[in-house]
Antibody, heavy 119, light 109 residues
């Protein structure tokens, strides 16, 4: 059974760096073709893809946020970490992690975590 | 950068009616790697369709996807009460740079 869960701060101040952790079970991010991605959704708005990391450490970032995003994986802990620098109130959103593959979209999702940016 | 445009923004229909949702890409989607998701309030999205026309595990056959290159469609043949939700398309062909559409809300008329 595949499960994912996001964790991190619920409140950050403007200009701070957000660090979110996706902890998962039921699969390995070292398996060929496997990837884990991050997606966010501001309240009442659409989904926005942020970043993706594959089993071979290949990474992809949303071009509009690339300079602020870093994605990494810790295979020993079954975790994928996302950092977003220089947080702004417009970054307030529910952040999701999800599994993906070379030829498959996001098929298993975490429950999401709401991050609010406010001073 | 590939942009996905969904239409209409809102679809008002009654249970039992047919729903047709459109997703148009600004350039051809590689390998027709186009997915559809359903999202209900307070829930994570659920994968419905991948590869433009393949249903994900456990998805009822009233959901079908079609299309290729730049024009894609999600059809719900007969709306059930639980189908009223927001639907997103997503391309995953320009790996590893992916994109979502802005969503179509299917609401009860």
């Amino acid at each position: 059974q595949i499960t994912l869960k996001e964790s991190g701060p619920t409140l950050v101040k403007p200009t701070q760096t957000l660090t979110l952790t996706c902890s998962f079970s039921g699969f390995s991010v070292t398996t060929y073709g496997v990837g884990v991605g991050w997606i966010r959704q501001p309240p009442g708005k659409a989904l926005e893809w942020l970043a993706l990391i594959y089993w071979d450490d290949d990474k992809g970032y949303n071009p509009s946020l690339k300079s602020r995003l870093t994605i990494s994986k810790d295979t020993s802990k079954n975790q994928v970490v996302l950092t977003l620098t220089n947080m702004d109130p417009v970054d307030t959103a529910t952040y999701y992690c999800a599994t993906a593959g070379l030829a498959t979209p996001f098929d298993y999702w975490g429950q999401g975590t709401l991050v609010t940016v406010s001073s | 950068e590939l942009v996905l445009t969904q239409s209409p923004g809102t679809l008002s229909l009654s249970p039992g009616e047919r729903a047709t949702l459109s997703c148009r890409a600004s350039q051809s989607v590689t390998n027709n790697y186009l997915a559809w998701y359903q999202q209900k309030p307070g829930q994570a999205p659920r994968l419905l369709i991948y590869g433009a026309s393949s249903r994900a595990t456990g998805i009822p056959d009233r959901f079908s996807g079609s299309g290729s290159e730049t024009d894609f469609t999600l059809t719900i043949s007969r709306l059930e009460p639980e189908d009223f939700a927001v639907y997103y398309c997503q391309q995953y062909g320009s790996s590893p740079t992916w994109t979502f559409g802005q969503g179509t809300k299917v609401e009860i008329k």
